[in-house]
């Protein structure tokens, strides 16, 4: 089978990881157990999400100015492009964020799809969209990150789920991966290899 399209992750896995969601729950006066902070901003009364939305984005707005990107981030990316395989980034964070991720790191991604698309990751939307996007099948495409939630939609989309192993818990994360690397250039030997 021939990869057409890889859909990549953006915080921990084109970027090093920056969010603190523990820090970011207690700055929005949640419990540390309350799951993610999409879904918790969802329950809240108008004026609480408002106040959440405005932390989020303080958070988020500090996480492009830190950012720095993943070892072999741009090669790999540049080694995509030359190959013709379209790039996706799928993201629980703003359009503007990924944006500015690439404009100030001098990326180019072909799409992006973000929280305010649709049903965010773990749900199978973004991805598919990506997928119709760029008019290939979810079994040509990867998706590389470094969550649950990544592989959670790769799976549910029917695409090849890539786990970056970057984050703390990524080894209770594993058994929700086709591909489990170290490093993003291992991308590369992946798409040689299916």
Do not use: W
């Amino acid at each position: 089978m021939t990869i057409k399209a890889v859909i990549f992750d953006l915080d921990g896995t084109i970027t090093r990881p920056f969010f603190d969601f523990d820090a970011i729950r207690q700055e929005m006066g949640l419990p540390t157990d309350s799951g993610p902070v999409l879904e918790a901003m969802e329950k809240m009364t108008p004026p609480q999400r408002k106040r959440a939305e405005d932390i989020l984005t303080s958070h988020e707005n500090l996480a492009v100015a830190e950012s720095t990107l993943n070892d072999g981030a741009r090669e790999v990316l540049d080694a995509l492009s030359r190959k013709d395989i379209c790039i996706g980034i799928l993201t629980r964070n703003r359009r503007a964020n990924a944006e500015a991720i690439a404009k100030k790191h001098n990326l180019v991604f072909d799409a992006v799809v973000d929280r305010e698309d649709g049903p965010v990751k773990p749900d199978a939307f973004g991805v598919l969209k990506l997928c119709r996007r760029f008019a290939v099948a979810p079994a040509e495409t990867l998706v590389v990150g470094d969550y649950l939630f990544d592989m959670l939609s790769a799976k549910a989309a029917g695409a090849i789920a890539v786990l970056l192993k970057t984050h703390k818990q990524c080894e209770s994360f594993a058994d929700h991966a086709d591909f489990a690397i170290d490093s993003l250039e291992k991308i590369l030997d992946i798409i040689d290899s299916v």
